[in-house]
C-alpha cells in the first residue's frame, strides 16, 4: 500500500467517526422533519402556525444542546432563513415547551434518540487518543504535499488537511 492510499484509508476512518458539520445538520434537519411530519422546505417556513414553530424550536433546541459542533446564533439563523432573534426565541420557547408540552418533549426526545450516534460524549482518553490520531495524519499530509507539489492529488489532500485541522479544534475546544 502506497503512501497516498494508506493517507485516505486513514481519513476514512476518521471520516467515520467524526461527521462535518453539514452531513451533522442534515441528519438534525432529517430527523426533526420526520418526528414533526413535515418537510424541510416547511421547516423552513417563516409561518407562525404551532405545526412549523414546533419543529423550528426543536432543530435549534437540537442544535444548541446536543451538537458537538458549536453554533452561534447567526449561523444557526442562516440554516432556517431566519433572524438571530428569532432563533433566540425558539430556543426559549423549546426550554419551556420541553417541561409543559408532553407531545413536543416527547417528539423532541424521539429525535434525540434518532440522532444518538451524532451526540456520543467523548471522554477525555478518547479526545486525546483522537487529537494525536489526527495530528500524525495531518503530519502526513503535510509531507505528502511536500513531497508531492505538482501532483493533480494536492487540491484533494490540502482540503484534507483542512477538514482534519478542524476536527482537532473542535475536539481540543470541547
Given amino acids: 500500500m502506497n503512501a497516498l492510499e494508506e493517507l485516505v484509508e486513514q481519513q476514512e476512518k476518521v471520516l467515520n467517526v467524526l461527521k462535518t458539520k453539514r452531513d451533522q445538520i442534515n441528519d438534525i434537519t432529517n430527523a426533526v422533519c420526520h418526528r414533526f411530519e413535515i418537510s424541510v422546505a416547511e421547516l423552513k417556513n417563516e409561518s407562525r402556525h404551532r405545526k412549523y414553530v414546533n419543529p423550528r ?102 482540503l484534507l488537511q483542512s477538514e482534519l485541522s478542524t476536527h482537532k479544534k473542535h475536539l481540543t475546544n470541547d
Fill in 57 to 158: 424550536a426543536a432543530f435549534c433546541y437540537l442544535i444548541f444542546k446536543q451538537s458537538r459542533h458549536k453554533y452561534t446564533l447567526h449561523e444557526v439563523g442562516r440554516m432556517l432563513d431566519l433572524h438571530h432573534a428569532t432563533i433566540i426565541n425558539c430556543l426559549k420557547n423549546a426550554s419551556n415547551w420541553m417541561v409543559s408540552d408532553k407531545d413536543f418533549n416527547e417528539r423532541v426526545k424521539a429525535a434525540e434518540n434518532d440522532l444518538s450516534h451524532l451526540f456520543v460524549k467523548l471522554d477525555v482518553e478518547d479526545k486525546i487518543s483522537a487529537v494525536g490520531v489526527i495530528s500524525e495524519l495531518v503530519d502526513k499530509v503535510n509531507k505528502w504535499i511536500t513531497l508531492n507539489p505538482n501532483n493533480p492529488f494536492c487540491g484533494y489532500m490540502t
